[in-house]
């Protein structure tokens, strides 16, 4: 793939998403779906400057852009001082369009070519779903008091949700891409239905699949937990969806072999495995009183002390309970 074509990518992403911060910034937590498109679009733009080879440090602004738009207009954290790093967070999304737009200059050259832009987008929206996915594990596998980040466990839930929001849609864009790439050539059938009937890593492909189906049931149990009464049974797919589409990434991926994709894989492993072993090492507490619910000891009557109060109420004297 050409490396002006991601060029392209990250600067439309870019766009996307400081336009969505500034939006989510003036609109407040009224809007919290515009804040994680700036973090999404961010991401994506930082990914297809990966592809590209052209990542400078100028880009690595827009990680703070997607932790503080994320966290404080997306998630609800409220620390000391929002305001004024939710315009730390507008400011590193401007530092990165800044850092795109320099490389327009290759496109203006004349250097650029369309061809495989949709492999591209794929790819971009491929690792989009899995990072989205793998956040939603690690904090769907801590407990919200494990959590260091002040203001944030209240809001566990709500950017654990985001983040399979986020996943799902970026999954829907890689499918979109993949059927419109004219190299692979997917037909709907296959992406959908068949894909052990692709020309292309038919294995690796049927692998994203299952991984895709995974996706699918972990989210709807999620948005049905309240009708379905086995709901977490289903929702802890989450972990085979991210075994899934870490293969599949591996094995599918045009670039899997590179450093800094091996590096990323190796970094989402490690932190999911951690995450479950504290999980583990350290279960949730009991409540308090036992531990055992209302019934625990301290919480309910003694046997028969109903039966002493009512009678002490009548003026005649308890009876023997045994």
Not at 149 to 168: E, F
Request: net charge positive; hydrophobic share 55%.
């Amino acid at each position: 793939m050409s490396g002006s074509v991601p060029i392209l990518v990250s600067i439309a992403t870019a766009g996307v998403a400081l336009v969505c911060a500034v939006l989510a910034a003036m609109q407040g937590r009224a809007r919290p779906s515009l804040a994680w498109t700036a973090s999404t679009a961010g991401v994506l733009a930082l990914t297809a400057t990966s592809f590209g080879g052209s990542i400078t440090p100028l880009d690595l602004a827009a990680v703070a852009g997607i932790v503080l738009v994320g966290g404080v207009a997306g998630a609800g954290w409220s620390p000391r001082g929002g305001t004024v790093l939710l315009a730390l967070g507008l400011l590193g999304f401007a530092v990165m369009l800044y850092a795109r737009l320099d490389a327009l200059t290759e496109i203006l050259d004349g250097r650029a070519a369309l061809d495989g832009l949709a492999w591209g987008v794929a790819r971009s929206s491929g690792f989009v779903a899995f990072l989205a996915a793998t956040g939603a594990v690690v904090l769907g596998a801590r407990r919200p008091s494990a959590l260091p980040i002040g203001g944030l466990p209240a809001r566990v839930y709500a950017l654990h949700r985001a983040l399979g929001i986020a996943s799902v849609a970026a999954m829907a864009v890689h499918l979109v891409a993949l059927w419109t790439d004219d190299f692979v050539e997917f037909t709907p059938e296959q992406l959908l239905f068949l894909p052990w009937t692709s020309e292309y890593e038919p294995f690796a492909v049927t692998l994203g699949w299952l991984a895709m189906i995974s996706l699918a049931l972990t989210a709807a149990s999620g948005g049905l937990k309240r009708l379905l009464p086995g709901w977490r049974v289903v929702h802890a797919l989450a972990y085979l969806t991210f075994a899934l589409g870490l293969v599949h990434g591996l094995l599918a991926g045009s670039d899997s072999g590179s450093p800094w994709a091996l590096g990323l894989y190796a970094t989402t492993l490690i932190a999911v495995a951690w995450t479950l072993l504290r999980r583990f090492k350290n279960p949730s507490a009991r409540p308090r009183g036992g531990g055992k619910g209302w019934g625990a000891k301290g919480l309910s009557p003694a046997p028969g002390a109903a039966t002493r109060v009512r009678a002490s109420a009548h003026g005649s004297p308890p009876r023997a309970t045994g």
